[in-house]
C-alpha cells in the first residue's frame, strides 16, 4: 500500500527502516517529516496526497481536525498517534466520515498491544475488580505532566478494554501536593456489567510503579509494566490443585525489556492497521474507542474540577 508520513514526532530512521521491512508497504515519500536520503521528501501535501493510500502521521501536532476530515473524504486510509487536539465534535463528524469514504482510522492506543494480553487470551477474562496504581518519581520540572492526561490515561483505556462493557458512573478526586495542580489522582469507574476499576496515579512517588490488577471468579491477575511481569493464579479446575498452602495454580510470564519498546509496540499496531486495511475491519483501537476513553477522561476533568484541593 502506498504510504506517505506527515509530520516528524516519533518518526525516526529506526521507523523508517521498520516500515521499509513490512510487507505490502510502499513508502512514497513524507511531508514536513525528518529527511532521509531513501525518502523523497514532498513540498506540497496535496502532492503527496495524490500518490497515497494510506497516511501515517506521528506527529500529533503537525495536522488539525480539517486536515483529517479532508483526508477522510478522499478515503485515505488513517493512522495517527493522537487526535489529541480535536475535540469530540470534530472527532465525532470525523467518525462519520471515515464510515462513509470507507477510511480505515486508528489511533495510537498503544496499551491495547501489550504482548500480555495474549498471554491472558485462555483466561476468558471478564474482570469484575480493576486496580491500577501508576507512580512516577518526582521531578520538580514536571510542571507540564498531566496526570490524567499523561500517566492514567492509558490504564482508563485498558479498564474499558478489560470490562468490556458501558460506563454508568465516574468519580475522581485529587491533591496538589507539591504543585498547584494535581499531582495525584485517584479514580472510581463503575460500569454497567458491575465491573468496578479504581485507578490511582502520581508524579511525586519516591520510585517508579506501574502496575494493573484484576480480579474475576476462580482467577487474579497482577500486570507489572516495569518489569515485565504477569502473574495469574487460577482456580478454574481446583480438583487439579494439590496445594495445601495457597489456592489455585501459579503462573508467572516475564517478557523481555525491549530496550525500544515503542518500536515493538508500534510494529504491531502498524500490522494490525494494515491488516484492517487489507480486509475492511474495524480497528481494535479505532475512532470509537477513542472517543469512549476521551469521554470517561473528560468526565474525570469534571469532577476534579469540583473536587481537587491544593497547597494555598
Keep these: 500500500m502506498k504510504t506517505g508520513i506527515l509530520g516528524a514526532g516519533n518518526f525516526s530512521k529506526k521507523v523508517f527502516n521498520l516500515l521499509k521491512s513490512m510487507d505490502g508497504v510502499e513508502l512514497i515519500g513524507s511531508f514536513e517529516s525528518i529527511k532521509l536520503d531513501d525518502l523523497p521528501d514532498f513540498r506540497n501535501i496535496d502532492e503527496m496526497m495524490g500518490l497515497c493510500d494510506v497516511i501515517l502521521i506521528l506527529d500529533p501536532i503537525a495536522i488539525d481536525s480539517a486536515m483529517l476530515s479532508e483526508f477522510a473524504k478522499l478515503g485515505k486510509h488513517i493512522y495517527i498517534e493522537s487526535p489529541g487536539l480535536c475535540s469530540r465534535p470534530e472527532l465525532r463528524q470525523l467518525e462519520l466520515?471515515?464510515?462513509?469514504?470507507?477510511?480505515?482510522?486508528?489511533?495510537?492506543?498503544?496499551?491495547?498491544?501489550?504482548?500480555?494480553?495474549?498471554?491472558?487470551?485462555?483466561?476468558?477474562?471478564?474482570?469484575?475488580?480493576?486496580?491500577?496504581?501508576?507512580?512516577?518519581?518526582?521531578?520538580?520540572?514536571?510542571?507540564?505532566?498531566?496526570?490524567?492526561?499523561?500517566?492514567?490515561?492509558?490504564?482508563?483505556?485498558?479498564?474499558?478494554?478489560?470490562?468490556?462493557?458501558?460506563?454508568?458512573?465516574?468519580?475522581?478526586?485529587?491533591?496538589?501536593?507539591y504543585y498547584k495542580d494535581p499531582d495525584v489522582v485517584n479514580a472510581r469507574i463503575e460500569f454497567y456489567n458491575g465491573c468496578v476499576a479504581n485507578l490511582s496515579a502520581s508524579k511525586i512517588s519516591s520510585k517508579h510503579k506501574h502496575e494493573t490488577k484484576f480480579f474475576q471468579n476462580n482467577t487474579y491477575c497482577s500486570i507489572d509494566f516495569v518489569d515485565q511481569i504477569l502473574h495469574v493464579q487460577s482456580n478454574a479446575n481446583p480438583e487439579k490443585n494439590n496445594s495445601t498452602e495457597h489456592w489455585g495454580v501459579k503462573t508467572s510470564y516475564s517478557q523481555s525489556k525491549d530496550s525500544d519498546g515503542y518500536l515493538s509496540i508500534l510494529e504491531k499496531e502498524l500490522k494490525s492497521f494494515y491488516n484492517c486495511i487489507e480486509f475492511q475491519q474495524e480497528p481494535n483501537a479505532g475512532i470509537s474507542q477513542y472517543l469512549q476513553l476521551k469521554s470517561v477522561t473528560d468526565r474525570i476533568k469534571e469532577q476534579l474540577e469540583r473536587n481537587f484541593i491544593t497547597n494555598s
Design 97 to 177: 466520515l471515515a464510515y462513509e469514504s470507507g477510511t480505515i482510522l486508528q489511533i495510537g492506543l498503544k496499551q491495547r498491544f501489550y504482548n500480555f494480553y495474549n498471554d491472558l487470551e485462555k483466561y476468558e477474562l471478564v474482570p469484575r475488580i480493576i486496580d491500577s496504581n501508576r507512580f512516577i518519581k518526582f521531578n520538580k520540572n514536571s510542571t507540564q505532566l498531566s496526570v490524567v492526561d499523561d500517566l492514567m490515561l492509558h490504564d482508563i483505556d485498558v479498564s474499558l478494554k478489560l470490562s468490556n462493557s458501558e460506563v454508568k458512573t465516574v468519580f475522581a478526586t485529587a491533591v496538589g501536593v
